[in-house]
């Protein structure tokens, strides 16, 4: 990503911001309205393509500002069909990012952190470790470059975001909500609030103010029931227990009428009996909700097995007995370590780097 510390990235200003920097340079508001609507739009790399601006202007934001981008990426395709982007940051740390085309969507999974400092169990991301947070240009210019991917592949385009890529996203909280702004903003990258999903391990304040300044939607990494076994997998447990996360889960729904969708990762021995999805069943009751069952991906060493087949689909049967909609998620992007809780900037070839505009198909 290009970078130039004495110039200001305008990927990382929200319309707001970007208005009041073309004030600060003596410009009237709509400008930045303007700047913003040319920045989003596919192909814009440059000051001199914003045709509708003034010379000496395009000059003066030369001068002062630029947009970055990312400029190499490797990708791997999986059998499956998902897609996974890995992209170096200006300091050399990599993310990544997973599409996943299906049949009436396209989902691109980003990143919001490098590492993640939650240290869940089961998942290799945790394992790690934390680096640091992304900057909003950061997680804007994720979307960016698939989209441009995209339409220089013929892909079709994508129509859903989920912060489910490294990282707790509500742990970088200003750095999303201004994200997510941008995301949905109609200059800029233009998704419908629906289309956009946060996960979180269970950071509570945040839930809250996430709901009270956004509506996007909710999505909540459990996979337990009570809290013994979440602590032993999930250490957020410890300071957020069931209780004020079931209770924040229920104030989010009340607020927007949502369904929260609660990611239950089977464990085998682990959280997978009967008992386990009677515990769940109770627990979620008062939660208006959707259940995503996940077998459990290999995750660099960890000790967990996936369950069988016939225990899964038991374990959903119990849910469903119990009145819940649920769904059996199939991991998507196994095969090349793209699937939830594989992504550990792991496998970068430098030797496949190649620029945005000729990334291998
Ligand atoms: Fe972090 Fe999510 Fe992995 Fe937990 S599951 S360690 S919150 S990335």
């Not at 004495?6 to 319309?15: A, H, P, Y």
């Not at 508001?29 to 989003?40: H, S, T």
């Not at 190499?72 to 069909?81: F, L, P």
């Not at 990282?167 to 200003?174: I, K, T, V």
Request: proline share 4%.
């Amino acid at each position: 990503m290009n970078e130039d510390s004495t110039k200001t990235d305008l990927k990382n200003l929200t319309q707001e911001q970007l208005v009041q920097y073309v004030e600060s340079l003596g410009q009237p508001a709509f400008r930045g309205r303007q700047i913003l609507a040319w920045i989003y739009r596919p192909g814009i790399t440059d000051f001199t393509q914003m045709t509708d601006l003034a010379k000496e202007f395009r000059a003066i934001l030369a001068k002062n500002a630029f947009m970055s981008r990312f400029q190499e990426a490797m990708i791997e395709r999986s059998r499956d069909g998902a897609v996974k982007f890995a992209f170096r940051l200006a300091d050399g740390l990599i993310i990544e990012a997973v599409m996943i085309p299906e049949e009436d969507r396209n989902t691109l999974c980003v990143s919001s952190q490098v590492g993640c400092a939650m240290g869940c169990t089961f998942c290799l991301t945790g394992t790690m470790g934390f680096r640091r947070n992304l900057r909003t240009a950061e997680i804007v210019n994720q979307v960016c470059a698939v989209r441009d991917w995209a339409i220089e592949h013929g892909q079709p385009p994508l129509t859903n975001i989920v912060f489910m890529g490294m990282g707790e996203p509500l742990a970088n909280f200003d750095n999303l909500l201004d994200a997510i702004s941008l995301l949905t903003e109609q200059r800029g990258l233009d998704f419908s609030n629906r289309r956009i999903t946060v996960s979180t391990c269970g950071l509570v304040p945040q839930m809250r103010e996430l709901g009270d300044r956004t509506d996007v939607n909710l999505a909540v990494s459990l996979h337990a029931a009570n809290d013994a076994v979440r602590t032993s997998l999930m250490p957020i447990n410890k300071r957020y227990p069931l209780t004020e996360l079931i209770e924040a889960c229920r104030t989010y729904r009340q607020k927007r009428r949502k369904r929260i969708m609660f990611e239950y990762t089977l464990l085998e021995g682990v959280n997978d009996t009967d008992a386990d999805a009677l515990q769940l069943a109770e627990l979620l009751r008062a939660v208006p909700c959707k259940i995503n069952l996940l077998a459990v991906n290999p995750a660099g060493d960890a000790a967990f097995r996936s369950p069988s087949s016939a225990r899964i689909l038991q374990f959903q049967k119990i849910l469903r007995d119990q009145g819940y909609t649920v769904f059996i998620r199939t991991s998507r992007g196994e095969d090349i370590s793209a699937a939830c809780g594989q992504l550990a900037g792991q496998g970068w070839h430098p030797q496949k780097v190649t620029t945005n505009t000729a990334i291998p198909s």
